[in-house]
């Protein structure tokens, strides 16, 4: 069966979830989630979403989907030990470190791949599958024909993303917010770059072609398809920064979708909380043009009706739909909107109403036009509707009693619940009627005051002789029952293994420094040849995101982990930047799945690094083999998008170059030729004074991207003499064995 995967970014959101529903909750802690911003759950609060969850047959999912440095690994490993004695479910995770520790010591606590890890394809399921994942969450960009099948021959469970905010930029493979905002969208503290106003520009012919939110992406709603996706193991909703009747709305809709009895109504009714408008999304193959909302970046709400006059009794409002007192509306007026509250309404003889479907009058002083637009962006009385929803039990669990006893002796009650049995036997004696005893009937009439429990009494055998029981002692009876098999249902197995201490070393030898050449461009590679680069990538990219994995001799750059699993019996290849390694944990696994040279994060300090080399030095008693991004404009995102086909621009990236533009500079479009893009930092990364600074790193990458001829040879001949200038000099003295030097600060 399909589970229904709700998000709750505090325990009120939780209980909406759960109440209208959901089969599994994904919350995340107040450190190493990707919403840092959401209010989260402490450890005590965590406890409480758990019983009140797994009393509800309810599963509970951690997200621990954030990059974490070395010096937060220990605090990353107690609260991943923390919340296994919680008895977690599963952990969604992006990072290898995390995902490590996991798979090794908590066997009743499953893995979960984020998609922020980027596996959109058969070969990188295949991969964590073969490395014990139990689950994977795979890209939003992946088609439902490819799901299909990656299910099919994976035979692994999968989960997908179904309605809420998307990320223009492939998951994981965001800088925007950290290089423009300083607040790392791979760190849970994106800012909302995407969402921002952009300028875009022809700088070959320095034309505007527009000023839009050309990278705000529509919210995925795909309820018109949900019989469709039944085929995954598990159907997720995004919104842990949403408010509870958000959650309560959408977890409703889709709940009553996939038990096959939704209205019209229902489906209009996702309208009536937030929403950026909609789109079927790439899992059912939207246009690119049309998967944005250029006009707005934040809640859109939903057409309510028309300005059409202006009277002594105010703006008269012509509607489609209803319209209440307390209500929000957004008017649009000149390309600006107007947001307010309805504290009044008016009739067409300037009586206070409360509620109008036909025409109404509203009074405000901005001034507004015939033919504005009036959107309602909350709905007071829908609101109101659906926070009756929670708390309430979405089902009651079935008690079957088996009640016995005589006079002068205890009553025993034997109790069955989904295959659990307790046993009690009650404190006090019966005793014989003098009169009435207490009849089958009149037991089970106070017995089955269960309404504040999540039990229902269904069966009762009841062989107690002439008897009478007190209503106090059979409600007493009740609650001791009701807490004991609560007792019983939570306790789960539970077993920590520890680590042995025995791993396979795995070390490099420190060579002087090579330099390899990124090129975008087959000019820049006829450059880096001419020049006698050793290194150079532009043929031989394996990039995130690849489609297809063909058959190379040549040492590859790989920049997904489908690219990993689809190499692996390879000599051996050079990981990309893009797999986001910021830990020396990632980068002993991946020198373990074959990789001979692991690229660094662009999101690493200097600091970092040596912290990371240091503590892969001490763990292995030698050096990891890396690589380091030294020069280039840094790749703020990689979308399945294209801006340049919003505005009738396709095409013509292969005669003009373009970019966007804000008030803090101008950024780059790269355009591939399977019509994705890459989007550019505007500031070029140049660490070439910095150099002889930087230990124990073997190559140094220079990343061109729109540099021309002379550019790239100037560029790639300044490298070449730094480098050969700092051997000379020995500059280059690598070998560390104590912590003392890395206390030195270098950079």
């Known amino acids: 069966m399909t589970e229904l995967l709700a998000p709750a970014g505090s325990f009120e959101a939780l209980v909406a979830a759960i109440s209208n529903g959901a089969d599994a909750i994904y919350l995340g802690m107040n450190r190493f989630g990707a919403r840092a911003y959401a209010n989260n759950f402490s450890l005590d609060e965590l406890k409480k979403a758990i019983e009140y969850a797994h009393l509800r047959n309810v599963k509970i999912y951690v997200t621990m989907n954030t990059i974490v440095y070395d010096s937060e690994l220990n605090d990353a490993f107690k609260q991943l030990k923390d919340i296994y004695d919680c008895q977690v479910d599963g952990v969604i995770v992006q990072d290898l470190a995390i995902f490590n520790y996991i798979v090794k010591h908590c066997p009743q606590m499953e893995a979960h791949c984020s998609t922020q890890m980027g596996i959109d394809d058969l070969e990188g399921t295949l991969l964590f599958k073969n490395l014990k994942a139990k689950r994977v969450v795979l890209s939003r960009e992946v088609d439902i024909e490819k799901l299909k099948t990656i299910k099919k021959i994976a035979k692994m469970p999968i989960e997908i993303f179904v309605h809420g905010a998307l990320c223009v930029s492939y998951s994981g493979n965001c800088l925007m917010s950290g290089l423009i905002g300083y607040r790392s969208g791979n760190r849970g503290r994106c800012v909302g770059s995407c ?35 039944k085929f995954a193991d598990s159907i997720k909703i995004e919104g842990r920064m949403k ?88 008017i649009s007026h000149n390309g600006e909107d107007i947001n307010f509250s309805v504290s009044k309404l008016y009739d067409k003889n300037d009586n206070l109403i409360s509620s109008s479907k036909t025409n109404c009058f509203i009074k405000i002083k901005e001034a507004l036009s015939i033919g504005d637009k009036v959107y309602k962006t909350k709905d007071y009385n829908f609101n109101k509707e659906l926070e009756k929803t929670f708390p309430k039990e979405y089902k009651r669990f079935n008690l079957n009693l088996y009640v016995y006893g005589h006079s002068n002796e205890a009553m025993t009650i034997e109790c069955e619940c989904e ?58 009876l009740r609650r001791n029952i009701v807490a004991k098999m609560n007792e019983v249902r939570l306790k789960r197995p539970h077993k920590f293994i520890e680590d042995d201490g025995n791993i396979k070393k795995i070390t490099f030898p420190l060579t002087s420094p090579k330099l390899a050449v990124y090129c975008t461009t087959l000019e820049q ?18 990039r995130r995101n690849e489609a297809t994995y063909p058959k190379m001799d040549k040492e590859l750059l790989i920049g997904g982990y489908g690219g990993i699993y689809a190499y692996k019996d390879s000599n051996g290849f050079v990981t990309d930047y893009s797999l986001n390694v910021v ?14 040279r692991v690229t660094l994060s662009y999101e690493l300090n200097h600091k970092q690094i040596k912290d990371l080399i240091q503590a892969y030095y001490d763990e292995n008693g030698g050096y990891p083999n ?42 780059p479009i790269l355009n591939h030729k399977d019509c994705t893009t890459t989007i550019l930092n505007g500031k070029i990364l140049n660490l070439i004074d910095d150099l002889q600074d930087i230990k124990n790193i073997n190559v140094f990458r220079v990343q061109l991207t729109t540099e021309d001829k002379l550019e790239s040879q100037n560029i790639i001949k300044m490298f070449l003499d730094k480098i050969k200038s700092n051997r000379k000099t020995n500059l280059f003295d690598q070998n560390i064995n104590t912590r003392g030097h890395f206390n030195k600060e270098i950079l």
């Open 626 to 667: 890396l690589e380091m991004i030294v020069y280039g404009r840094a790749p703020m995102m990689f979308t399945h998008y294209c801006p340049l086909k919003v505005f009738n621009q396709c095409g013509k990236c292969h005669k003009s170059n373009y970019a966007l533009k804000d008030e803090y500079g101008v950024f």
């Open 525 to 542: 590679y006829n450059v880096a040849k001419e020049l006698g680069v050793e290194i150079i990538y532009y043929d031989n990219i394996i």
């Open 195 to 229: 969402r921002k106003q952009y300028e875009l520009i022809n700088t070959t012919t320095n034309e505007k072609i527009s000023t839009s939110y050309i990278l705000s992406m529509k919210d995925l709603n795909t309820i018109d398809y949900i019989n469709q996706l």
């Open 243 to 330: 408010e509870p009747v958000y959650v309560a709305n959408v977890v409703n809709t889709y709940r009553k979708a996939l038990d096959g009895h939704i209205t019209n109504q229902d489906k209009l009714n996702l309208n009536k909380t937030f929403n950026r408008t909609y789109t079927k999304g790439y899992i059912f193959n939207e246009d690119k043009k049309d998967i944005v909302n250029i006009d707005k970046p934040n809640n859109f709400g939903y057409l309510v009706g028309e300005i059409i006059a202006k009277t002594k009794q105010g703006y008269e409002i012509k509607l489609c739909d209803f319209v209440n007192q307390m209500d929000m509306l957004r």
């Open 419 to 476: 295959n659990k049995k307790i046993t009690i036997q009650s404190d006090f004696i019966l005793e014989k009627a003098l009169t009435t005893p207490t009849s089958k009937e009149q037991f089970i009439k106070q017995f089955n005051r269960l309404s504040d429990s999540i039990y229902q009494l269904k069966d009762i055998e009841y062989f107690v002789d002439d008897c009478f029981i007190p209503a106090t002692k059979i409600n007493e």
């Open 583 to 596: 830990n020396h944990i990632a980068v002993y696994t991946l020198h373990s799945l074959n990789a001979k």
